[in-house]
């Protein structure tokens, strides 16, 4: 995935349109281009067109359903742990070797070593947890999600 | 709700996305040997049970020049977290927001914002924002910044039935 911003002037006024309209939403009907298109006062082609031009030059990560991984019967768990700086390679490699960890971060804290566990089932959660610490000789503090406010990231284009 | 081997077919094949073709659910229909009814028919029922949350086009931030983000970390007393919550993940710069457990005495931070900026004095800014959304009801915050990606893989389903 793209990192880094586009240079000025590779969008332009219709580009931005489209990537502000249709972060909100996508037609379930046969035609969904003409649809969305029609909004945009362009036409099916075009709208098409114009997406798979953003799509090639990195301004969009993903067009189509996004799907509740828990409501698909996964189980995931923010994760965090205090690493002594000497250590931290080695736990990182440790840490990471487990398939089940989707995604790891360093961050500026104590608490400087941030994971997410994506397990079929949720039980799996606390044995993984477990194994990690038993490995690496640190605690795993678990953070669940209790409630999750999902409602309002737009991207201004 | 429960997904059924079907609805599974159809997650897996559009989990990457979309074709960019006129009749984009007929094509999946295609693919997996569907009638473009019965795609249509089963992706309404997962948006409206919510294991769909939205078809949609998702812009890569970093290209647009969001490439500050922290996450922004808060105190909220346990009986406003909800109220307030919602409000906090309702503002527009804001990708996710979660009630969680606080892990006392290293970690007595209830809600998590991620925050995404232009830049770090941005994210500043509207972490001031936030700040003032709580008000009183806020004990304590602080920002972790990432410093590095340790690893990152894709959230995929894995094919199984039923």
């Known amino acids: 995935m793209r990192r880094t911003p586009l240079a000025t002037g590779a969008l332009d006024a219709t580009d931005r349109a489209i990537l502000n309209a249709l972060q909100t939403g996508f037609p379930l ?35 189509g359903p996004f799907f509740d991984a828990e409501a698909m019967g996964g189980a995931f768990c923010l994760c965090a742990m205090a690493v002594p700086a000497d250590q931290f390679d080695r736990v990182a490699a440790l840490v990471n070797a487990h398939a089940e960890v989707a995604h790891n971060y360093e961050r500026s804290h104590a608490l400087n070593m941030w994971f997410v566990l994506a397990c079929e089932q949720p039980r799996d959660i606390a044995v993984v947890a477990q194994a990690i610490e038993a490995e690496t000789g640190l605690p795993v503090l678990l953070f669940p999600k209790q409630k999750e406010f999902f409602i309002g990231f737009r991207v201004q284009a | ?27 999946v229909a295609r693919w997996l040997g569907l009638t473009e009814a019965e795609v249509l028919a089963r992706l309404t029922a997962m948006q409206a049970a919510g294991v769909i949350r939205r078809i949609a086009l998702a812009p890569n931030h970093y290209a647009l020049g969001l490439t500050a983000n922290g996450m922004s970390v808060w105190d909220v007393d346990d009986t406003q977290a909800e109220t307030l919550g919602a409000q906090v993940g309702a503002l527009s710069f804001v990708s996710h927001c979660y009630l969680r457990p606080r892990a006392l005495p290293d970690w007595p931070y209830n809600l998590f914002a991620m925050i995404h900026g232009h830049s770090r004095a941005e994210v500043e800014g509207l972490r001031g924002q936030i700040a003032a959304l709580l008000g009183p009801a806020c004990r304590g915050q602080d920002i972790l910044y990432s410093t590095r990606i340790l690893k990152k893989t894709g959230l995929r389903l894995t094919d199984r039935e039923g």
């Open chain 2, 1 to 27: 709700m429960s997904i059924d081997a079907t609805d599974r077919r159809i997650i897996s094949a559009t989990q990457g996305g979309l074709p960019l073709a006129p009749e984009p659910y007929a094509e």
């Open chain 1, 29 to 63: 009907q046969p035609h969904p281009f003409a649809v969305a298109g029609a909004a945009l006062g362009l036409d099916e082609a075009t709208l098409i067109a114009r997406i798979a031009a953003l799509r090639d030059i990195g301004a969009i990560t993903r067009f």
